[in-house]
């Protein structure tokens, strides 16, 4: 099973950034968290970065055919862009949101979350843990024959 882990704007930054909320570890330790968690699960993953929606965008339209779910973690591009909505809408990719950071504790800002429609589950505030736990929730309930949200 192929999985795409995508992050959004200044997730780059993880370590430099707001370590109270976001930790001390940096996005090269969050890649190889995920690799080491795909070696460990049989999956394959790719990791992304990008702080530009349209790029956001494009990589999910290219993942159609290729993978088989995709993890995200918007960064902040949650909580406005109707653009990547629509992107995971019309691959029907099974796809998991993560946050780092428990949003639903911090600002009124970020309580709503536009991606979380096209979502099969959510994790938030586990740190690093949630894109584990959204791989092995791929890898559970939509793996190979399993049926898609949109069907
Ligand atoms: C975040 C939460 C967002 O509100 C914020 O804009 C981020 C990171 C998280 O991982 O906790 O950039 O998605």
Do not use: W
């Amino acid at each position: 099973m192929k999985i795409l882990v995508i992050n959004g704007p200044n997730l780059n930054m993880l370590g430099k950034r707001e370590p109270g909320i976001y930790g001390r570890e940096s996005y090269a330790d969050l890649v190889e968290f995920i690799q080491r968690t795909a070696r460990e699960e049989g999956l394959e993953a790719e990791c992304f970065q990008s702080n530009h929606e349209g790029a956001l965008v494009d990589r999910i339209q290219e993942a159609l055919g290729v993978f088989d779910g995709i993890v995200i973690n918007p960064g902040a591009y949650t909580h406005t862009s109707i653009a990547l909505l629509d992107a995971v809408k019309a691959v029907n990719i099974p796809t998991v949101e993560v946050h780092i950071s428990d949003v639903t504790k911090r600002e009124e800002f970020r309580q709503v979350s536009y991606i979380r429609q096209a979502c099969v589950k959510t994790y938030m505030g586990l740190g690093f843990e949630g894109y584990r736990q959204g791989m092995l929730y791929l890898k559970e309930h939509c793996g190979a024959g399993k049926p898609r949200a949109g069907d």
